[in-house]
């Protein structure tokens, strides 16, 4: 019976994450109506996880005369077959832009540059297409960019503050891909990856406007002590890499619509839950912080809501961070949350919960993230697994892969970052 019970729940948790990505799939929130050109030309530009299943909604609504072109990262092509062949598809490198992102880059420029009055440049966005489209200012290399962009990655940054620097450090981001794109107008969709839902951050803005500047970008990396190379640094001092202003032609007048978030799988995931006759607690959408302090936080609060007793969902969202100190383990932020949390509640016998990163990959591991029940560290105990030691280990991928609780959904072909569920169930009378 108990058995039983521990599977229907965690199953539930399954359902849940389901629902919430499908309410933030490319087929769910791409508007039915796309604009058109004024007795123009209209091409796409797309980039990001979300992008080839974007053009290929967006393809079917907009009709053969428009071109363009999709960077997108490996194995994150659309679903049902492959683009039209108008659209050139280029799979280039992520976390870590690599050369075929130079390449994406000044296939966008080309596009971009190709654009005159009376022509539209349709701008598809999420979360990804900072490291797949990359194109470093003067003085700059490829390696330069790698490097920078490794320490961002470890250093416990908000994806703010990480696309921040790479705004300033791009000869297309930070608005700049849509000022080359002028006199064209400029239509930008957005599924966004960021907390608080800033478009201009999400894939660090090509075609929108950007109000960061180059002495925020010197404060990040100091405040996070990381030194870069000695053309970083030159780079982040040359008033001529500040972002353009949003009056700039190109940017003044294009439109910009976010048309999913994290808000949107919350609210789809507690509509379902309601509809269950779960009573829901809803976090936020924008949570941000270290991944082990967040679970922490969670589980004392899912301790004290199991004392009163009751049926509970708590959501909450938005992206946590890790500080890497250790290169060996396998994971991600959502695995290294659910870990410290599992050690919080301490085999806690009526809680059970998930945490997974929407766009179906946990930092280094091949899985979403995973899925726990009250017996989860009594059942690592069995198999000699040390789970505070993973955690030190910031090898949460290895520990939860290990007890056959990972989630592995393959790419979503979406992007609004992390789902986390927390199951209560504990009779009233108890």
């Known amino acids: 019976m108990k058995a039983d019970a521990d599977r229907n729940h965690q199953e539930f948790l399954r359902s849940l994450f389901s629902c919430a990505v499908d309410s933030v799939s490319a087929r769910s929130v791409m508007p039915l109506i796309l604009p058109r050109p004024k007795g123009g030309r209209t091409a796409i530009i797309a980039f990001g996880k979300a992008a080839a299943e974007m053009v290929s909604v ?4 907009l009709g053969d005369h428009v071109t363009g072109l999709v960077v997108t990262r490996a194995a994150h092509g659309p679903i049902n077959g492959p683009l039209p062949s108008r659209f050139e598809l280029l799979e280039a ?14 296939k966008a420029v080309s596009i971009a540059k190709e654009l005159g009055k009376g022509d539209l440049l349709i701008a598809l966005v999420s979360g990804g ?4 489209m990359s194109s470093p200012v003067f003085g700059v290399s490829l390696a330069d960019k790698q490097a920078i962009t490794r320490e961002l990655l470890r250093s416990g940054a908000s994806i703010a503050e990480i696309n921040c620097i790479r705004s300033h450090l791009s000869r297309i981001k930070g608005g700049r891909l849509a000022t080359i794109a002028a006199p064209a107008q400029v239509v930008t969709y957005v599924v966004s990856d960021i907390p608080g839902d800033n478009p201009s951050v999400v894939a660090s803005g090509p075609t929108i406007a950007n109000h960061s500047s180059l002495a925020r970008a010197r404060w990040i990396l100091h405040r996070y002590d990381l030194v870069a190379s000695p053309t970083v640094m030159a780079a982040l001092r040359d008033p001529e890499n500040e972002v353009p202003p949003a009056d700039t032609p ?9 048309i999913a978030r994290n808000l949107t799988a919350l609210r789809a995931a507690r509509q379902k839950a309601e509809a269950e006759g779960w009573k829901v607690i809803e976090l936020g959408s924008d949570l941000e912080g270290d ?7 969670h589980g ?15 959501l909450s969202g938005g992206e946590a961070t890790v ?9 991600g932020r959502n695995m290294t949350y659910l870990l410290s949390l599992a050690l919080t509640l301490d085999g806690h016998e009526d809680v059970w919960a998930l945490a997974c990163d929407t766009d179906g990959l946990d930092g280094t591991s091949p899985a979403a993230g995973a899925v726990i029940g009250p017996d989860v560290l009594k059942r690592a105990q069995s198999m000699n697994l040390d789970a505070r030691g993973s955690l030190a280990r910031y090898d949460s ?8 609780a990972q989630m592995v959904t393959g790419p979503t072909r979406t992007n609004v970052n992390d789902f986390r569920a927390i199951l209560i169930d504990r009779p009233t009378s108890a």
């Open 58 to 61: 967006a393809a079917t609504r």
């Open 93 to 106: 490198g992520h976390p870590i832009p690599d050369e075929l992102s130079l390449l994406a880059a000044d």
């Open 129 to 132: 297409g900072s490291s797949l």
């Open 250 to 258: 190109g940017l003044l007048g294009s439109k910009v619509h976010v």
């Open 291 to 297: 991944a082990i302090e967040l679970g922490e936080n």
């Open 300 to 314: 004392l609060l899912a301790k004290r809501l199991a004392g009163q007793g009751g049926r509970f969902v708590i």
């Open 323 to 331: 500080r890497i100190k250790d290169e060996a383990g396998e994971g």
């Open 397 to 404: 991928g290895g520990f939860f892969k290990a007890l056959a």
